[in-house]
Structure formats: C-alpha cells, structure tokens
C-alpha cells in the first residue's frame, strides 16, 4: 500500500471514531422513563421489588435485568494484535469494536472494561469481583502464558462462562476450516500430519482443538522462534508447549515441514518458504494466519504448488479465519440456556455448525455483502462470511443444544425449533409476521412464475423457494445465461432439472402465446405482429399469459421497470369482471410492530369508491399477517376541519363503509399523529373508533404513501414487504427494483397462499 493511501485510511479510521459522537458505544434505556410513574418503577420505590426477588432467587437477575443478556469484554491490553502491549488505556478502541460486533452479529449486550493490572491473578480476581453484574466473560488480548492464568482461576471460581477468544475462538475457526479443507483434499483427521509456528495462547489452543477434531498428538509438530519443540527443551518453554514436544532429533521447521499435509501458522511474516512447501504432500493445506503479513503470501505458495488450500487471517484473499465468526453466536447460544460454562462439546458444535454452514448454498445476504466474490464451497471458500444471516441461527442453536446435552444448562430450552425461529427472527425482520403466510403456502403446491428469470435476486429467490417451500418456481429466460449465473453464483439449482424454465427467444409454446395475447389484446389496438414481438420481449405479458393459461398460479414481476408499466400488461391480460386491480398495499415491519400503508401504488388520486375497496382489502391483508386491522384514513384536513382536497374524498369513502358491514375498525380523517397516538387522538375526537393506534394507513393520495413508505425504509430502517397488488385474485405481484431475493422469497409465500384467503 502507498503511503498516501495509508495516510487516508489512517486518517478515514481516525474520522470513523471521532465523529459524530467519540467512540463506537452508546447505552440506551429499553424501557419507558417519561413520567413520573414510570421513574417509580425504574428507581425508587418500584425497583426495591426486583431486587427483593433476586435476592429470594439469583437465578432471577435473568429475569428482571439486563444480565442475562450481558457480555464483559475485559483487557489489559498486553498483547493487542498488530499492536503488541500498549496498555489498558490503548486497547480501548479494540474492546469497543469487539462490543460492536456483539451486538451487531448476535444482538448481545456488551461493556468494554480495561484493566491496568498486569499480574495474572490479581486481574483473575478483579474479572471474579464483576461476576454479579455479567452473563458471561470475554477475556480479550491478554498476552501468553498470562492468560492461560486468567482464564483458569475464573473458569474455577466463575459460575458463567469464561472464554478467552484469541484462543478458543481462533480455534473454533481453524477446527471449521481444516474440517472442510480436509473434505476438499479427502483427507481425515486421523492420518494427517500438521506442522505449526508459534507456541502462543492461539496456536496451542488451535492444537488442542485439532485433537479434539481426531488428530493424532504425535502427528503434530510445533516449532517456534527458537525451532522444533522437543522432549528436553528447557529454553522459553511452558507446560503448554511440553504438551506437544516431540521425542526427535531434528531441530528446524524446514527439517519436521517434509511430507506435512498441513501447515498451521500463527508467528510472523514470510517464516514458510515457498522450498518448505515444496516438501509437503500434494494439495498441501496452508494456513497462514500471522497478521497483517502472513507466514508465506498464498501467490508465493502457489508457485511451488498451484493446488494448495490456503486460508490468511487477512480479508483482501480467500478464507480468511475471523474469530467473528465465532464468539458471538457461541455466546448467544450460551446465554440463551443460562450456561455455566463454555465447554468442549460446546465448541466441537460451534466447529460443526460453521462447517456445515460453508458447504450450503449462500444466502442471498452474504452475497449482496461480499458482492463480486466467488461464495461456491471448494478450496477457496472454506467457511462462510461473517454478514452470512444464517450464523446465529445454526451455530447458537447448535451451542444451545450442546450445552443442554453435557449438562450444563441451567434454563434449558423446551422446544429447540421454536428457538431456531427466534434467532431467525432476530436477523430476519420478517420471519416473525411471514410465519403464518408461510404456513398457509405450504397447504398447498402453486407454481410461482418469476418473469424476470436472470436477475440474481430471482436465482437466490428460487433456491430459497425450493428450500423452504413447496411451491415451484417457473423462470423466464435464456437457458445459457441462467445456467451460466446459477453455476456463478454458487446456487445448486438448474434449469428444468429442479424449475421449469421459459426462453423467450425459442420456446415451443411462442405460437400458443401469442395468438392468446392477439386473443385478448385483437380488440384493444394490437396486432398479430405486435402480440408476436410482444411474446418475445416482453417477459411480464408472457408471465401473465402463462397465469391466463393456467400454466402458473400467479405472477412476480417488477425487478426492474417502472411499477404501472408492468402493471398495464397485468392488468390487459389478467383483469377481468372478477379481477382488477384496487390497490397496492405495503408492510412495514417496524421496532414497535407492524404498519400497513396503502394505497402505495395503483391510484394516483383514489375516488372514495377506491378508497373503500382500499381500506377493505388492506383489512383484510392484516388478517393474514395475524394482525387485526385499525384503520385510519389519514390526510391534512382533521375530523372535518378541511371542506375539500383529500379529506372529502376520505369522508365520502368512510360514509361508503358506514353504509356496508364491515368487521374492522376504521376511522379519519385524520392526520398522522393522531393515527398513530390513541392519547392525542381521543383528545381531539373522544368519540373516535379506534381502540388503539392504528396499523393500516389509507392515504388519499399514492405520492403520500409511496412517500411515507419510502421515508420509513429508508430512515427508520423499517423493512418493507410487498407491494402486495389487491384485487387480483392473487394472481400476480409487482414488486419494485429495490426488492432483495428475501423480499422476493416473502412474495411467493404471499402468491403461493391459496387464493381464498386472499383479496
């Protein structure tokens, strides 16, 4: 790297932790604190009554307080990686960033605590002294064989989980890379032989896991800076390192490296030559993990052994053995059963789960994150990327059931697959209110045409569908690009193998096509040539004409493309006396629940007849998602005080529902606010409607909607499910361009429910 460019990274670093606000870290009350009541529950008198209970019961502090869900990331700061002992105070911004990443990948709760205290045991005690206020213990970058200390006495003393990450994590990692480098070279635990560097915290617990895994001890030879270790070696030796000593008469790493099918390093820069690799067996295993120059540069290796599987700890190459991928679902899951320790069998199930991850199909997520890299299981793509969702959910609840299994779980868990779909939840905004949809779809087996058929989002969507669905997905599409992006992108699905595909170029069925286009369309201005370039191109009117055909149950279209442009073709081949489309209808799954907003997309100007059927259909929506509708028609005039504009038009359609049965609650017009808050809007009508806030919005005008909808994504991170398209019979859907391949996996559940259950 340049030196400018280093001075702008640095610099880019520096502004990162400075502004807005200093550090990485705030705290937040996650409860009410607006009144005066509310402050004699929080503190004085009403918290006496919590600390009463846990004082009958500690096991109560999960309970009342936030501990059950709080980590302790505690440093002295004498072996920061890269960096080396620069103290307590110095090793704050690393401690934050472990905190971050807590919270961000596994929602735990975390305080950063730096100690300046460099004897062993006097740390172990101050770590002991906090137990009352943490679920657990990270011991961070405490340097070797200090930490080996640490984490002993408070493991002895401690009754919650103690875990130092730069060994156990490190290790867990590596056990999950060289499991499946291993199933990559078919080789097994039991026959390799491992030559490692470095005799630090890190490699000898990467060691010990390795045995754990099925490696045999006397298979594995450990050098460091001073060569082999041996049987009688007094010089910088511990009883960590005597563990492996080998009873031989070599000395060097370039002596014991001949025949190694694995190189494990964890020292320094360039200590693997590319000679030494030479001396190793075909498809040589190269872990080369020293920090940020690892021990030999994998372009290097690969001139003396071009099929080497090679992992660095570094991001700018393949496989990179992050402890991120570790620590913060092994305490999630360690947590959620009140475990008393992280113990083998806890980590041999973190190893697997991570394992197995790799070697399924991508998520849609980790590649929109990671976006240009091949993400497909082989030698360069050993474990799966820390942004990849799915991580908590397979590998916390592996922990979880491990901890249960060896006995260490004090609030085991009742039903495992009711937890599994928490933690999905908790990644993914929409699993909780999609669940009945889901559950609905899988009553029956409908054929869900996607007409945009190349468009990544689709391919993920599709193997999704197929995964988690009964449903089968149709693609339209050229054969030779969808096989060539499915193969890209990883994805094991095919065309016609596992989903039906339709080429528009050549497809034996264009005839049949188009002469039902010309069918319905010979009236309305289109011509035998029009409705044959029309089945050619236009992959939305084939997709409609399939639904006409009763080829597929329903339409998704709209990756790409203006909404009411997809939504002319829709509507000239799938509209009829029974089916037109009444509006478009939004989900918006906010922190505090779910908001429905309509009319996003159909109506420019909706008259109060449309408005009506809006409102009826949105209800109606609700229902499906189990959430009973409480409408407002909302605008700026107020409970009448506005004589025309878009509160006439919402008068006149609540007069139309007055004068029909309907089963939900409804009211307006009114404006936001008073939609959403029941306070200020029995201040202004103490006759209104509504037993609570509202969670269907109906607007009198699409920009106002498609505006609120818009604003709430984009700036209250709400995430949007739909636009569901009412009134067509649930047989298409337009979607829009900003839509990810889980927002389309969440359509076909929506089109795959039968159609009586839905407007």
Not at 251 to 275: H, W, Y
Not at 504 to 513: A, G
């Amino acid at each position: 790297m340049s030196d400018e460019k280093q001075e702008t990274l640095r610099q880019a670093a520096l502004d990162y932790h400075e502004h807005p606000k200093p550090g990485k870290l705030e705290v937040r009350a996650i409860k009410p604190l607006a009144n005066g009541r509310d402050l004699s529950l929080a503190y004085s008198p009403g918290v006496a009554e919590a600390c009463l209970e846990i004082k009958s019961d500690a096991e109560n502090a999960a309970r009342y307080t936030s501990r059950g869900n709080l980590v302790a990331v505690v440093s002295n700061g004498t072996a920061v990686l890269g960096l080396g002992n620069i103290g307590a105070l110095a090793s704050k911004p690393v401690m934050e960033g472990k905190a971050v990443l807590f919270k961000k990948f596994a929602n735990i709760d975390c305080f950063d605590i730096e100690v300046d205290e460099t004897d062993p045991e006097k740390l172990a005690d101050i770590v002991c002294a906090l137990g009352p206020t943490f679920g657990a213990i990270n011991l961070e970058d405490i340097k070797a064989p200090d930490c080996f200390v640490v984490e002993q006495l408070c493991r002895e003393r401690m009754n919650i989980p103690v875990f130092h990450d730069d060994q156990h994590g490190t290790a867990i990692v590596v056990g999950a890379a060289a499991t499946n480098a291993l199933r990559v070279a078919n080789k097994s635990f039991e026959d390799i032989k491992i030559v490692s560097t470095g005799g630090g915290a890190a490699g000898i617990a990467c060691l010990n896991m390795l045995v754990k895994l099925g490696v045999k001890r006397e298979n594995i030879w450990l050098c460091d800076i001073h060569g082999l270790v041996y049987e009688g070696r007094a010089e910088d030796m511990n009883p960590q390192k005597a563990a492996y000593a080998q009873a031989s008469d070599l000395r060097t790493l370039d002596q014991v490296i001949e025949g190694a099918d694995m190189f494990l390093g964890l020292s320094g820069p360039n200590v693997l030559k590319p000679e030494m690799v030479a001396k190793m067996t075909s498809q040589p295993i190269l872990f080369a993990l020293a920090n940020p120059n690892p021990e030999i540069m994998p372009e290097l290796a690969r001139t003396v052994a071009p099929d080497a599987i090679i992992a660095t700890g570094r991001s700018d190459f393949p496989n990179q053995v992050n402890n991120v991928l570790c620590f913060p679902f092994i305490f999630r899951g360690a947590l959620d059963v009140g475990a008393t320790e992280i113990n083998d069998q806890m980590k041999i199930a973190c190893v697997e789960g991570i394992a197995k991850l790799a070697r399924e199909t991508t998520s849609a997520e980790a590649a929109a994150a990671y976006k240009g890299e091949q993400l497909t299981f082989g030698a360069d793509y050993l474990i799966p990327k820390p942004f990849d969702p799915r991580l908590v959910g397979i590998v916390s609840a592996a922990v979880a059931q491990a901890a249960m299994e060896s006995g260490v779980a004090k609030r085991p868990i009742a039903d495992m697959e009711a937890y599994k779909k928490t933690l999905e939840q908790s990644v993914f905004k929409s699993a909780l209110l999609m669940r009945p949809v889901f559950e609905a779809a899988r009553s029956v087996s409908r054929r869900i045409v996607f007409s945009e058929g190349e468009d990544e989002r689709v391919l993920r969507a599709a193997q999704a569908i197929l995964e988690e669905t009964t449903e089968k997905p149709i693609l339209i599409g050229r054969p030779d690009v969808v096989e060539r992006r499915c193969e890209r992108l990883g994805l094991t699905i095919r065309p016609q193998r596992d989903f039906d595909l339709v080429n528009p170029e050549n497809d034996p069925r264009y005839r049949d096509y188009w002469q039902t286009y010309y069918g319905l369309m010979a009236r309305k201005g289109a011509t035998p040539d029009i409705a044959r370039a029309i089945m050619r191109t236009n992959t939305t009117a084939i997709g409609a004409t399939m639904v006409h055909r009763g080829e597929a149950d329903s339409l998704i279209c709209g990756t790409f493309g203006e909404f009411r442009w997809h939504l002319e073709y829709v509507s000239q081949v799938l509209g009829d006396a029974e089916h037109a489309p009444h509006g478009a209808l939004s989900l918006m799954i906010m922190e505090d629940g779910p908001l429905f907003i309509a009319d996003t997309h159909v109506w420019s100007l909706p008259s109060p007849e449309q408005l009506a059927m809006v409102a009826q259909g949105a209800a109606r929506h609700a229902r499906r998602f189990g959430v009973e509708p409480r409408v407002a028609f909302c605008s700026q005039s107020q409970f009448g005080n506005q004589s025309e504009g878009s509160g006439k038009r919402l008068r006149d359609a609540i007069a139309l529902l007055d004068a029909t049965e309907t089963d939900f609650e409804y009211e307006g017009e009114m404006n936001v606010d008073a939609a959403l808050d029941p306070e200020l809007c029995a201040r202004l009508l103490p006759s209104n409607r509504l037993s609570g806030p509202a969670n269907v919005l109906i607007f009198g005008h699409a920009d106002a909607a498609s505006a609120t909808r818009n604003i709430l994504k984009m700036k209250a991170d709400a995430l949007a499910v739909g636009p569901i398209l009412m009134g067509m019979g649930n047989r298409a859907h337009i979607v829009t361009p900003s839509v990810t391949a889980r927002g389309l996996l969440n359509m076909a559940a929506i089109s795959g429910t039968p159609v009586s259950q839905y407007g």
